[in-house]
Nanobody
């Protein structure tokens, strides 16, 4: 099981960007999906997560109020809307299925393609 992240790029401080997470070969409905990021020299960390129904969302403290996670099951896609971007948001962003109840300490499957976000000051 792999999910692929798309939509990264170069953005100025304070800017916005939306990432997309697409599942290839299987249906994302009913599965909790998380966004993760890994900055150079740092461990990968959980950023946001959304339940299979979309009824529950979770965000790391560092992005609360700036990032919004959503999903469109008809398009088999999960999104991460990122606003008020900061240089410390610079990282490679990944998405993956998580354990139950958006347990982002556990992912299901392997890491897929990530997408680079660079926030310039």
């Amino acid at each position: 099981v792999q999910l692929q992240a798309f939509g990264g790029g170069l953005v100025q401080v304070g800017g916005s960007l939306r990432l997309s997470c697409i599942a290839a070969g299987f249906i994302l409905d009913y599965y909790d999906v998380g966004w993760f990021r890994q900055a150079p020299g740092k461990e990968r960390e959980g950023v946001s997560c959304i339940s299979g129904s979309g009824g529950s969302t979770y965000h790391a403290d560092s992005v609360t109020g700036r990032f919004t996670i959503s999903r469109d099951n008809a398009k088999n896609t999960v999104y991460l809307q990122m606003n008020s971007l900061k240089p410390e948001d610079t990282a490679v962003y990944y998405c993956a299925r998580t354990g139950n109840n958006c347990n982002w300490n556990r992912i299901i499957g392997s890491w897929g393609q990530g997408t680079q976000l660079t926030v310039s000051s």
